[in-house]
């Protein structure tokens, strides 16, 4: 048996997280799923949770007197390998008080989970992300003496590679999934390893029966973007692109799905710049309601100033929106320069018009885009083909 440990699950944007899992499961293989703490509602909904709510096994929150219980028992089973996971803990802790207090917490879970972990016979434990939950991966595996994987994403684990302490991960896994080439370089330059079959690209993929392909409107008049709304994703420069394309007698609209700690920035913006007739802020949405604004939409804009490989882009690509994005990280991986999409430097909103522009003027290139896109799609990010090559290592690895 497989298990995935997760720090908080399932929330709305999981999405990719709960296709890889039911297309593992569906391909035959038995996953458990843990998560560390249950979702605040704020990060869920009824659907999600009805779907997931019974198929995950929640560690926290939980009674002080049954944490204390458990950590004992974890203690008592195996003192000789607790004390190597004592000694582990904090040889990666991060540096001064706090980072050890942290620690503490971390092995704490841990021990949590490798209480279920034993129970279950799980022979291996997958985490994603590879930030904190991936110590308390790391750790659990030590306790029950099982192996661990980890998939990479970035690009927030990548800001501060040595005190996330990568290469102690990457040196302790069975093997790394990095989705994409730009995140196995980031794994390689913080962690040394260069044994590529240790580093395996494994994208993140989509159900594509949920993609219908259509092609492009002629006329452009509903930009979307869905992300986080968080510092990184570059939001206000895509703002200022909107304010000049309808100085220059655009009329276009941008509708915005996700919510995040910019939300509140972004409406005041919004209004300072005199656009709020033509922003729409959407909050999370489901994978449903996406693809539904997808299929509304004529351009698929992403400004972001860091990435990991935006899955958001393959789902428009997936639909046949035609993308704009700014290079950074991998996304040029996704988006060939006037193949199947425009890349424009980040942080410039004057790029990002004029970008717009180019597709409004030519149906041609939209067209041809969204066509190469789709194809791209299909050849690199089905998730059965994808998750097809994550089962063989699991099973290599169990």
């Given amino acids: ?67 204390a219980r458990t950590l004992c028992v974890i203690i008592i089973r195996s003192p000789t390998r607790f004390v190597s996971t004592v000694c582990l803990a904090f040889a990666t802790a991060r540096p001064g008080f706090q980072g050890i207090m942290r620690q503490g917490f971390y092995l704490a879970e841990a021990m949590l989970a490798a209480e279920v972990l034993q129970k279950r016979n799980v022979a291996h434990v997958h985490n994603h992300f590879g930030d904190h939950s991936g110590i308390v991966t790391m750790l659990a595996a030590r306790l029950c003496n099982i192996s661990y994987s980890i998939s990479f994403h970035g690009p927030h684990v990548f800001f501060d590679g040595a005190l996330a302490r990568i290469k102690e991960k990457v040196s302790h896994a069975r093997f790394i999934r990095c989705i994409s080439y730009f995140c196995r370089s980031q794994v390689i330059l913080f962690s040394e390893c260069t044994d590529l079959s240790a580093l395996k690209i494994v994208h993140c993929g989509l159900d594509l029966k949920n993609y219908q392909f259509r092609l492009p409107r002629e006329k452009v008049e509903t930009l979307y973007c869905a992300a986080r709304l968080a510092p990184e994703k570059g939001f206000g420069f895509l703002f200022q692109a909107v304010k000049i394309l309808i100085d220059r007698k655009h009329d276009v609209h941008l509708r915005l799905a996700g919510d995040g700690p910019e939300r509140n920035a972004l409406e005041a913006m919004a209004r300072d710049l005199g656009i709020m007739d033509h922003v729409h802020l ?61 890349l424009v430097r980040p942080s410039d909103p004057q790029a990002l018009a004029n970008a717009v522009i180019v597709m409004i003027d030519s149906y041609d290139f939209r067209r041809r885009a969204a066509e190469l896109g789709r194809q791209k799609v299909v050849d690199e990010f089905d998730v059965n083909k994808e998750t097809a090559k994550l089962q063989e290592s699991f099973v290599h690895s169990c």
């Fill in 1 to 67: 048996m497989v298990a995935y440990l997760l720090h908080r699950f399932p929330r709305i944007t999981d999405t990719f997280i709960m296709r890889e899992i039911r297309a593992l499961q569906n391909g035959g293989m038995d996953i458990k799923v843990i998560s560390i703490w249950k979702p605040a509602p704020r990060e869920t909904n009824a659907k999600v949770m009805d779907e997931w709510g019974h198929r995950t096994c929640f560690l926290l929150p939980r009674s002080i007197l049954s944490v």
């Fill in 282 to 342: 959407l909050g999370p949405l489901d994978e449903v309601a996406n693809v539904r604004e997808l299929y509304a939409a004529d351009l698929f804009v992403l400004p972001s100033l860091a990435e990991g490989l935006p899955i958001s882009i393959v789902e428009a690509m997936a639909v046949g929106v035609p993308v704009i994005a700014t290079n950074v990280a991998g996304t040029s991986e996704l988006v060939e320069q006037e193949k199947t999409g425009l």
